[in-house]
Every structure is written in structure tokens, then in C-alpha cells.
């Protein structure tokens, strides 16, 4: 486990550098990961699907599938990756606070 | 946490007799600790040659005690076990090949983790997956629906690159039925786009299940052995309802292992065969490519090289028509070297990935003979066609700056292949 200084802010994070706490995102930390995911400017459409992917965890406890994020924001597959580049399993979850996803990923 | 139950030992000796423990103690018996099976793990060789990453050891430390003392063992000695069969082994069955006597190790291995997955002794998020395949038949709790609704949707935005492409579901008399890993829908549903666009141009008559479509099988590695099975019969279920000839794995090495050669032991199967054979992609593409359903527009120029996955190439038969298959896409394929059955673990495997960021650094570690069999053949693109493979392969690229981009086959494929006229879409805007 390692822990992470930003802006005055403190994260705990695991070996793959998710929150280890959902609890503790903030816009910050938002701010922190995004270059490590090849991010250079942050948008609405970045927001917005980092707002769903944490209503949905919020409520289900879980990451949803690509298909139902694409449903809700309208983005195509094409789209979401240009979003984020490492993916919406790994990154765009990362970056909305979500512990790493389960199973085979 | 670890509830402090007391061990049962009952349980524990049920595993041992149900896996002939006489064969067993004649393995123990026999093994003359050599030692030559300690320079043919890269658990051992990337740990500085520390003897505790000697194979033998490695099984003399868990099943070996846990048959002599017959399963009289205490949780605390347990959890040290784990630590061993889990976290210092992915039961790639490389020392096999070393071994004078020919002792399988990892099947030792895998005996002592279903043994403690008895008692609950398993990484935690290893062995809460096997709930996951009880409640939905998969391991990333996805409703059948919404598998078969993710299919809909990628034949819809393939649509751009292949005119009526389609994903049919539960297509009768089908000559392949394809099967996938859980993290295809989830995540990466390209990847089923990729492997339907494939199956499309190559003209195949082909489906997929609406149920029992998971191909992968990660209780074969917690040691849940009931649930495997329960995995391994919902895919032979449902290739005997579509009446489908043969069920072919995505590009996954451990799914191939679990429904050829593991899931007809684990269900019985009279004849020691799966009821409906099992191929691979490896083998459907380069059936494709050898007859010519799918033409090139060019091969691929640059360096590449190929990432043998165990479960395909030692642990199964396919190692010889990766080759091929390279051969006939690439122009400059350079083999790792040892390759073939005799390529390295890189770490990913026996479920080191979904044993998650706890058994991170372990896996970064022990993941450096295999980085370096990369790095010495100066390719920068690796062709990987499993799926554990590439998330390992890929962290090992950050971890070793490999500077490397890694590909699947149905990916190289689809980059470098002739569409027919017929399938192009008409011309407009994108």
C-alpha cells in the first residue's frame, strides 16, 4: 500500500493505484491521475462519465459493463476510448475512485 | 478476514483420496531432490535462486505435509501454505519438463490449493469470484441479457467497417460456437467485435450462447474443483442444445485448458472428452489463413515476436500453429527464446491477476524473466493471445519500460486483412 501527496491532499492507494477508499475521491484526485493516464485536458464528457460511473457504484457496488455507460452518455466504444485512452475498465475507473475491478483484468 | 474455524481434516483428506494419493506419495517418494527442476522456474531463477522457489520445495511445504499429516494441520500453517501454492507458483508445468521422473508439480500444486480452498484458505478475491460463476455463470457478475445486449451493440457499431456484420446468438447447427471471457462484454467489447468480424470474412457459420457463453474457469485456480464443473458443463450444455460441431475459445490460454482438457474430468465425461470438441482462435484463425477464407492485404513488417501462453502451448497442443500462424501474418517474427513449451511463465497466470494489487509486486518480480526474454528480442510489438498474459505483460511494460505494444491475433488480423468488395460499407462520411 502506498500513499499519495497532492495539493495538499493525502491518498491511499493500492499496488495498482486505485483508491483504496472510494470515500476519499475528490476532484483532486481526479486531477492527479490524469496525466498517468494519458489525459491532457479534462472536459464535461470526462466528468460525466466519471459522475455515472460513481452513481452506479454507489448504487450496484459495482463497475458497469461498457455497454450500459455507452447507453448513458451517449458515447460510442470509439468515443470512450478517445475519453480514455487506458480504457473504461482501468482507467476511467480509476480516475472515478473505484476499487480495481475484479477477475480477469 | 480469516474466520478462526478449526481445521477439518476430513475435508481435506476427501481431496487427497479423490486425487489418488497413492500416485501422490509415489511422487513424493520418488522425487531424489535433484534439484533439476529449480533452474526451469522463474520463480526461482528471478528470486535470486533462493532455495524456499525450489519447485520440489515448494510441494514438499504444502501437499507434502498436508498428506503426511493427513490433513492434521492448523489454520495458521494453512495461510503459510497459501502463501506458497498461490503466491510462488502459477502451475505453469514447466519443471515437469525437467524432471527425470517426469513428476507434474503443478498438478501437485494445484491438489494443495483445492485442498485448502476446503477450509477457505485462498486469496480473498480469487476465491469470492467462484461465488460470482455460482450466481451468474460468470466470473463479473453480468446478466445473460446484458451479454447478449453487448453483442447487439458491437455488431451495430462494427457495422462502420463490415456491412451487415452480424453477432447471431443462439444460432442453431452452427459449425463454431464461440466463447468468451467475461471481461470481453465488461470491458473490452472490441474485442468480440474483433473476433465477429473475423469469423464474418472468413464467411464461418458461426453463433454464440446467450448462456453458458463464459469461457474462462478461474475455480480451476482458487481449487473450488464443484464449481469448475459447474463452468466447464454450462458450456458443453450449451454447444449440445445449439447442436453446435465445435465450440471454439476465445484468446484465452487457461479457458482453452479448462474446457478441452480439465472440464471433461471434472464433469464426468464417459470417454474422458468433452461432449462437443473444443478448438481456440489459434487454431480457427490459422485454419482460415492455411485455407485461404481470409487473405491479406499485406503482412506485418515490423519486428514481433510471440507470447507462448502456458495453457496453450505446454499445458495444451497449440504452440506449433502459433508459430505458424505468426509465420503466415508476419514478415519478421523473431521467437523468444526458450519458446514454445518451453518459454517461461510471465507471471500472469494460475490466477496471479485476479488475485489483485496485493499480489502485485510478487507478480512484478517474479515477471522479470520474462520481461527480459522480450527485451532480448528486440522486437517492440508482442503478439499475446491470452488475456492474463496481456494484463501481465502489459504492467511488466511499466514496470521494466519495455517500450512495447502488445497485440491479439483477431486485432492483427482485422488490421491486415482483404475485405471483399461486397462487405465494404458504402461510401460516406464518417
Known amino acids: 500500500m502506498a500513499t499519495v501527496e497532492f495539493k495538499g491532499k493525502t491518498f491511499e492507494v493500492d499496488e495498482d493505484g486505485f483508491l483504496q477508499r472510494f470515500e476519499d475521491w475528490n476532484p483532486d484526485w481526479v486531477e492527479y491521475v490524469k496525466e498517468s493516464e494519458g489525459i491532457k485536458d479534462l472536459n464535461d464528457e470526462h466528468n460525466k462519465v466519471i459522475e455515472f460511473l460513481q452513481d452506479y457504484y454507489k448504487k450496484n457496488g459495482i463497475a458497469p459493463m461498457v455497454r450500459i455507460l455507452s447507453k448513458v452518455t451517449g458515447y460510442k466504444l470509439k468515443h470512450i476510448y478517445e475519453l480514455f485512452p487506458s480504457g473504461p475498465g482501468k482507467g476511467a475507473c480509476k480516475m472515478a475512485g473505484l476499487p480495481k475491478p475484479t477477475g480477469c483484468v | ?430
Not at chain 2, 31 to 41: D, F, I, M, P, V
Not at chain 2, 270 to 286: I, R, S, W, Y
Open chain 2, 1 to 430: 478476514m480469516s474466520e478462526q474455524k478449526p481445521v477439518n481434516a476430513a475435508d481435506i483428506r476427501a481431496v487427497l483420496e479423490r486425487n489418488d494419493s497413492a500416485r501422490l506419495r509415489a511422487w513424493l517418494k520418488t522425487c531424489a531432490s535433484c534439484g533439476l527442476c529449480s533452474e526451469s522456474c522463474f520463480f526461482y531463477l528471478a528470486n535470486d535462486n533462493n532455495p524456499e522457489f525450489m519447485p520440489q520445495y515448494k510441494v514438499r511445504k504444502t501437499l507434502g505435509e498436508l498428506i503426511k499429516r493427513q490433513g492434521e494441520v492448523s489454520r495458521e500453517e494453512l495461510e503459510g501454505m497459501k502463501e506458497i501454492a498461490w503466491a510462488r507458483c502459477t502451475m505453469c508445468r514447466r519443471c515437469s519438463q525437467y524432471c527425470p521422473f517426469g513428476i507434474d508439480m503443478g498438478l501437485m500444486i494445484n491438489i494443495a490449493r483445492q485442498c485448502m480452498r476446503t477450509q477457505n484458505v485462498c486469496p480473498e478475491r480469487l476465491m469470492n469470484i467462484d461465488q460470482s460463476y455460482v450466481e451468474f455463470g460468470n466470473q463479473m457478475q453480468i446478466p445473460d441479457e446484458e451479454f447478449v445486449e453487448t453483442c447487439e451493440w458491437m455488431a451495430e457499431e462494427g457495422q462502420a467497417t463490415i456491412k451487415d456484420l452480424e453477432i447471431p446468438i443462439d444460432k442453431q447447427d452452427a459449425r463454431i460456437m464461440f466463447i468468451v471471457n467475461s471481461r470481453e462484454p465488461k470491458y473490452y467489447p472490441q474485442d468480440i467485435q474483433e473476433a465477429a468480424i473475423v469469423m464474418h470474412v472468413a464467411g464461418d457459420n458461426w453463433t454464440m450462447p446467450s448462456h453458458g457463453w463464459e469461457a474462462t474457469n478461474l475455480s480451476m485456480f482458487s481449487g473450488n474443483i464443484g464449481v469448475a464443473g459447474m463452468v466447464a458443463q454450462s458450456v458443453y450444455d450449451a454447444a449440445l442444445k445449439l447442436n453446435a460441431q465445435k465450440i471454439c475459445v476465445t484468446e484465452c490460454g487457461h479457458a482453452y485448458r479448462a474446457a478441452k482438457y480439465e472440464g471433461p474430468y471434472w464433469t464426468k465425461q464417459p470417454n474422458g472428452q468433452a461432449p462437443v470438441e473444443v478448438t481456440h482462435a489459434v487454431a480457427l484463425f490459422h485454419e482460415y489463413m492455411k485455407e485461404g477464407k481470409i487473405k491479406l492485404k499485406h503482412k506485418f513488417k515490423d519486428a514481433i515476436t510471440l507470447q507462448h501462453p502456458c495453457n496453450l502451448s505446454r499445458s495444451g497442443d497449440l504452440g506449433e500453429k502459433a508459430d505458424e500462424l505468426m509465420e503466415m501474418l508476419c514478415e519478421n517474427f523473431i521467437p523468444m527464446e526458450p519458446h514454445r513449451e518451453w518459454s517461461h511463465c510471465c507471471c500472469g497466470g494460475g490466477g496471479f491477476i485476479p488475485m489483485g494489487p496485493d499480489y502485485k509486486r510478487t507478480r512484478m518480480v517474479a515477471g522479470k524473466v520474462k520481461a527480459e526474454q522480450i527485451k532480448k528480442t528486440g522486437a517492440k510489438y508482442v503478439l499475446v493471445p491470452c488475456h492474463n498474459c496481456t494484463d501481465q505483460i502489459n504492467d511488466l511494460n511499466k514496470e521494466y519500460d519495455l517500450g512495447i505494444k502488445i497485440v491479439s491475433f483477431k486485432q492483427l488480423i482485422c488490421e491486415l486483412m482483404e475485405v471483399p468488395p461486397h462487405m465494404q460499407p458504402e461510401e460516406e462520411d464518417e
